[in-house]
């Protein structure tokens, strides 16, 4: 079982659309990540969280600390939020990533 | 600020060479970090440091793999003898402090290693 679990694997949306992926972790966190990772192959951390809620531009991200759950929304999709989001689980030295989601947003 | 500066990009060898990463981390963040993404295992970590000290490296697959911090402001992970299953995407990240939870990280662009 992994430790931690995101969903969709897969998402294809339209452009103004609102789009949410999921991530489910079943460790005891210090601190959850949001990644995004380009076609080109970079890495950019979008979030780290510890609790509540936080928003960048077009994107938000939550956490529900009781339930283990965390949301990564946007809005207004845009082509350009074509990517693959990673969620992970920082456990004080452990980092556990789910296996991302591809997210393409079609114009 | 340039950013995670990872070298070389790419680098292809062949099976039993050694190969060997380099990454300077954005000045002034304490704590470096090495990842490896492939697609059958996906993104893991590899090794952290924290103001130079290898604080966990309960992720480097191998004792062929090495890591060093010999300053903050650059870091190497080795491998010796290389092997093709070692082909991948070795990401570095750094971060102001890994005990400052308000902080994000930044990462390198990347070295896409292949061994043949």
């Known amino acids: 079982k992994n430790e931690v679990e995101q969903s969709p694997q897969n998402l294809t949306a339209q452009e103004g659309e609102f789009i949410t992926i999921n991530c489910s972790y079943s460790?005891?966190?210090?601190?959850l990540h949001w990644l995004q990772q380009h076609p080109g192959g970079g890495i950019v951390s979008l979030f780290m969280?510890?609790?509540g809620k936080k928003k960048h531009g077009r994107l938000i991200a939550t956490i529900n600390i009781q339930e283990k759950h965390s949301s990564l929304h946007i809005t207004a999709s845009h082509p350009r939020d074509s990517a693959v989001y990673i969620c992970?689980?920082?456990?004080?030295?452990?980092?556990?990533f789910g296996t991302g989601t591809s997210l393409t947003v079609i114009p | 600020d340039a950013g995670v500066i990872q070298s070389p990009r790419h680098e292809v060898t062949e099976m039993g060479q050694e190969v060997t990463l380099r990454c300077k981390p954005i000045?002034?963040?304490?704590?470096l970090f090495w990842y490896r993404q492939t697609m059958m295992r996906g993104l893991e970590l590899l090794i952290y440091?924290?103001?130079?000290?290898?604080?966990?490296d309960s992720g480097m697959p191998e004792d062929r793999f090495s890591a060093k911090m010999p300053n903050a402001s650059f870091s190497t992970l080795k491998i010796q003898p290389s092997e093709p299953r070692d082909s991948a995407v070795y990401f570095c990240?750094?971060?102001?402090?890994?005990?400052?939870?308000?902080?994000?990280?930044?990462f390198g662009s990347g070295t896409r290693l292949t061994v043949v």
């Open positions: 990240a750094s971060t102001p402090a890994v005990t400052r939870r308000s902080y994000g990280y930044t």
């Open positions: 460790v005891g966190i210090s601190a």
């Open positions: 969280l510890s609790s």
């Open positions: 992970a689980a920082a456990t004080g030295n452990q980092f556990y």
């Open positions: 000045s002034g963040h304490n704590s």
């Open positions: 440091f924290n103001n130079n000290v290898p604080i966990d």
